[in-house]
Nanobody
């Protein structure tokens, strides 16, 4: 079982940057594909970015964040990151980290139902 804890959220202005972190428990973090989702007030949770297990050389992004956000992982620290640049007010949401064990080294998941483990979320607020 994996426990996920997000951190790094906060209040920033439009155009600023933030880096979210998601620390995972357990010794098998490298075998988990990881993802970031977000949920804005009154909206459904949506996919933001995903990264494959092991080397993390395969990434996938929602069109709304492509070119501004970067997902990465450090298996030595059991941590996945979301670097968010050029933030916009519409990026305001609670951001969730998710993880899913995968036997295959190149799977990247973008559906909520693909993930078994979830963090509690961290609030990101972007003011105009």
């Amino acid at each position: 079982q994996v426990q996920l804890v997000e951190s790094g959220g906060g209040l920033v202005q439009a155009g600023d940057s933030l880096r979210l972190s998601c620390a995972a428990s357990g010794r098998t973090f490298s075998t988990y594909a990881m993802g970031w989702f977000r949920q804005a007030p009154g909206k459904e949770r949506e996919f933001v970015a995903g990264i494959n297990n092991w080397s993390g050389g395969i990434t996938y992004y929602a069109d709304s964040v492509k070119g501004r956000f970067t997902i990465s992982r450090d298996n030595t620290k059991n941590t996945v990151y979301l670097q968010m640049n050029s933030l916009k007010p519409e990026d305001t949401a609670v951001y969730y980290c998710a993880g899913q064990y995968s036997r295959i080294g190149y799977d990247v998941y973008e559906r909520e139902s693909d993930y078994t483990y979830w963090g509690q979320g961290t609030q990101v607020t972007v003011s105009p």
